[in-house]
């Protein structure tokens, strides 16, 4: 199975840009391709879905991801990234790189992401 490995969080003014990445070490590409790949976030007892990306490249995204929040995956260097713009201070959260094959959803470890003048 692979690990999910994040990167690229930390702490940003409001309207400043991060980009977060996931690597899924440890999997072969053809398996990386099969999955559903997403972010993510908790900021208080509940996660909240962020963004999802499919294999063929469908994506899906939260209300208050829509129009500020880019999701995208390659295959080859099986990484998916959330390219987050105008960020609020609501978005301050932790953030989860997932993998979802048929039911079964994957975690990653989180990543802070904090947004704040």
């Known amino acids: 199975q692979g690990q999910l490995v994040e990167s690229g969080g930390g702490l940003v003014q409001p309207g400043g840009s991060l980009r977060l990445s996931c690597l899924a070490s440890r999997m072969i590409t053809s398996t990386f391709n099969m999955n559903i790949m997403g972010w993510y976030r908790q900021a208080g007892e509940q996660r909240e879905l962020v963004a999802t990306i499919a294999s063929d490249d469908t994506t899906k995204y939260s209300d208050s991801a829509k129009g500020r929040f880019t999701i995208s995956r390659n295959g080859s260097r099986k990484t998916v990234t959330l390219q987050m713009n105008d960020l609020k201070p609501d978005d301050t959260a932790v953030y989860y790189c997932?993998?979802?094959?048929?039911?079964?959803?994957?975690w990653g470890q989180g990543i802070q992401v904090t947004v704040s003048s």
């Open positions: 997932t993998r979802q094959i048929g039911t079964d959803i994957f």
